[in-house]
């Protein structure tokens, strides 16, 4: 079961750090990912994490960053410089294997977060 949070309304320029914490069994051998929902949109592909190899996104790359913590079995996106884009709903995933860049790649889902910038 993975648990996000951390979401919240925020201005433009502003960070955050969402957290997902994951329970009944150990996820760090699991690539860990983020996705994001925008009003109207596929569900999108922000950043991922497995051991401790990170991938991100093109639009997001300066400006977040995934890690993971085994001990807590938490993993987390820190976002900074936000922009009114970057709105949406966070989800956090897992999936066994290799690093996909498609939601339907992964096989458990945590309930989302919203994150709303405002300019």
């Known amino acids: 079961q993975l648990q996000a949070s951390g979401g919240g309304l925020v201005q433009a320029g502003d960070s955050l750090r969402l957290s997902c914490a994951a329970s009944?069994?150990?996820?760090?051998?699991?690539?860990m990912a983020w996705f994001r929902q925008a009003p109207g949109k596929e569900r999108a592909f922000v950043a991922a994490i497995k051991w401790s190899s990170t991938y991100y996104t093109d639009s997001v790359k300066g400006r977040f960053t995934i890690s993971g913590d085994d001990a807590k079995n938490t993993v987390y996106l820190q976002m900074n410089s936000l922009k009114p884009e970057d709105t949406a709903v966070y989800y956090c995933?897992?999936?066994?294997?290799?690093?996909?860049?498609?939601?339907?790649?992964?096989?458990?889902w945590g309930q989302g977060t919203l994150v709303t910038v405002s300019s």
């Open positions: 995933t897992a999936r066994g294997g290799a690093i996909h860049y498609t939601a339907r790649s992964y096989n458990y």
């Open positions: 009944g069994r150990s996820f760090s051998n699991l690539v």
